[in-house]
C-alpha cells in the first residue's frame, strides 16, 4: 500500500488519467449492464442478446489492428480525449428506443461504440508507460485495475436500477456524461502524448506495413505469442459469459434487473481487494505468475459460479461466487498489460496491442454468436461451463510457456525506494 500512496503522491497525470477512466468506465458498465437486460427483457430472446454483444465485437475484428497503427502516429491524449467526445455523441440515437422493433437501433449504436473505443484503447496503453518509472508499472497497472472495479461496483449496481427506473434512455444520458467528464480529466494531463516524427505515415501502404509490422513483432516475440494464445482463449470465454449471463440470471436464478446489476457490480468488491494483493505480491511474483495463476483461480471460481443453480437455486450463492472471482481477476489483469507493457518498445505498443485486440474480437464474435444458438439448444448452464474452462486452459498455458526468475536491489527490498524489478523470461 506504500508504493500506491507514493506513487499517486508523485504522479499527477497519473491521477487524472486514472479519474478520467473510473469515470468513463463507471458510464460504460450502467450502460452494458442495463441494456443487456433492457433488449434480453423486450425480446426475451438468447439470439437477440448474443447480436447485441456480437456488436460491440464486430469493430474490434476489424479496426482493432488498424486502430493500433494511428496509435502509433498520432498524439496519444489527444486520441484519447476525441475518442471520449465522439462516445458521447454517439449515444443520442439510443434516446428513439421505445419497444422491440428498434432494437436495430442498440445495434447500431454499439457498433458504433466499439469503433470509436478502438482507438482508444491502444492510445491508453501506449500512453500509461509515459506516465510512471518502468519499477512502477506494475503498480500503475493495479491502480488502473482497480480503478475499473470501482467503476464496475458503481456502474453495473446503477445500470440495473436505472434500467428498471429509466430505461434505456435513462442509460444513455449517464453514460454520455461520463465520456463527457472523462474527455476534460485528461485534457489537463501536461505528459506529452505526442509520438515520434519518422512514425508518422501518409499513404495506404504505409498502413499495411505498419499493420505487418505489429503483427510480426507479436508473432516473433514468445512472451507476446503466448499472450495471443491468453486472449484467443479467454475471447471465446467472455464472447459466451457476455451473451448468457443475463440470461442466466433471469433463467436459471431467477432474479430480476436489480439482482443482475448487484450480481454484475460486486465482482468489483473481490477486484479492489485484489489490488492489494498484487501490490504486496508484485513485488515477489513476476506478472506471469500473477496472469497464469489469477487465470486458474478465475476459471475454478466461474464454474462453481454457473453449476450450484444445478442443486441449489438461490441469489446469493452467485453474488458470493461473483465477490471471490473479483481477486483472481484482478491478478489476471494486472499481470497481464504489465507483461505486454515490459516486452513491447514504446514505438510498437500500440500496433502490438492493436494485433492482440484483432485475435481477441474474432474469438469473441464467434463465441458470442455461437453461445445465443448454443443455448438454446443444450441449455444456458451447459454453455456457460466453456467460460470456466477456457480461463482454466489459458492460465495453464501461460505458466508452462513463460517462465521468469525475479532480482531486486536490497533497498528495493525492503521497502526504501520503489522496486524495480528485473524480469528475465527464461
Not at 466453456?386 to 482454466?392: H, K
Amino acid at each position: 500500500m506504500g508504493a500506491i500512496r507514493r506513487l499517486l503522491a508523485g504522479r499527477r497525470d497519473l491521477r487524472l488519467v486514472l479519474t478520467a477512466g473510473l469515470v468513463s468506465v463507471t458510464g460504460y458498465w450502467v450502460l452494458a449492464t442495463g441494456l443487456a437486460y433492457c433488449v434480453y427483457v423486450l425480446t426475451g430472446s438468447t439470439v437477440a442478446s448474443a447480436v447485441t454483444v456480437m456488436a460491440t465485437f464486430v469493430p474490434q475484428v476489424f479496426l482493432g489492428p488498424l486502430a493500433g497503427v494511428f496509435a502509433d502516429r498520432w498524439d496519444r491524449k489527444r486520441t484519447m480525449v476525441a475518442a471520449n467526445v465522439l462516445l458521447a455523441a454517439g449515444l443520442a440515437p439510443l434516446l428513439l428506443v421505445h419497444d422491440r422493433g428498434q432494437v436495430w437501433i442498440v445495434v447500431a449504436v454499439l457498433v458504433y461504440q466499439g469503433a470509436v473505443s478502438q482507438f482508444f484503447a491502444p492510445a491508453e496503453q501506449a500512453m500509461l508507460p509515459r506516465l510512471v518509472a518502468e519499477g512502477e508499472l506494475l503498480t500503475a497497472n493495479t491502480l488502473v485495475a482497480q480503478g475499473r472495479d470501482l467503476a464496475r461496483l458503481i456502474g453495473a449496481a446503477l445500470g440495473g436500477v436505472l434500467a428498471a427506473a429509466g430505461g434505456i434512455r435513462a442509460l444513455a444520458v449517464a453514460d454520455a456524461g461520463s465520456f463527457v467528464a472523462a474527455a476534460a480529466f485528461t485534457g489537463f494531463v501536461r505528459t506529452s502524448g505526442r509520438v515520434e516524427a519518422e512514425q508518422h505515415a501518409r499513404y495506404v501502404a504505409d498502413v499495411v506495413r505498419e499493420l505487418g509490422e505489429g503483427l510480426r513483432l507479436t508473432l516473433e516475440r514468445r512472451v507476446l505469442r503466448v499472450l495471443m494464445v491468453f486472449v484467443l482463449l479467454t475471447g471465446i470465454g467472455e464472447g459466451v459469459m457476455g451473451t448468457l449471463f443475463a440470461p442466466f440470471v433471469r433463467q436459471v436464478l431467477h432474479g430480476d434487473s436489480r439482482a443482475y446489476g448487484l450480481i454484475a457490480a460486486v465482482q468489483a468488491i473481490g477486484g479492489i481487494l485484489g489490488g492489494v494483493a498484487v501490490a504486496v505480491l508484485g513485488q515477489r511474483v513476476p506478472p506471469g505468475r500473477l496472469l497464469g495463476f489469477g487465470a486458474l483461480l478465475f476459471g475454478a471460481v466461474d464454474l462453481a459460479i454457473f453449476l450450484y443453480p444445478l442443486g441449489y437455486t438461490a441469489i446469493w450463492p452467485a453474488v458470493l461466487g461473483m465477490i471471490v472471482v473479483g481477486l483472481p481477476g484482478a491478478l489476471t489483469v494486472a499481470g497481464m498489460y504489465t507483461l505486454f507493457q515490459q516486452h513491447t518498445a514504446d514505438a510498437f505498443r500500440g500496433r502490438a496491442f492493436g494485433a492482440l485486440v484483432g485475435v481477441e474480437g474474432i474469438c469473441q464474435l464467434v463465441a458470442t454468436l455461437a453461445a445465443g444458438y448454443l443455448a438454446q439448444a443444450m441449455g444456458i448452464v451447459p454453455v456457460l461451463v466453456l467460460q470456466g474452462v477456457c480461463y482454466l486452459t489459458a492460465g495453464l498455458t501461460v505458466l508452462v510457456a513463460v517462465r521468469e526468475r525475479v532480482t531486486f536491489s536490497p533497498a528495493a527490498a525492503d521497502g526504501r525506494i520503489s522496486p524495480a524489478p528485473n524480469w528475465q523470461p527464461y
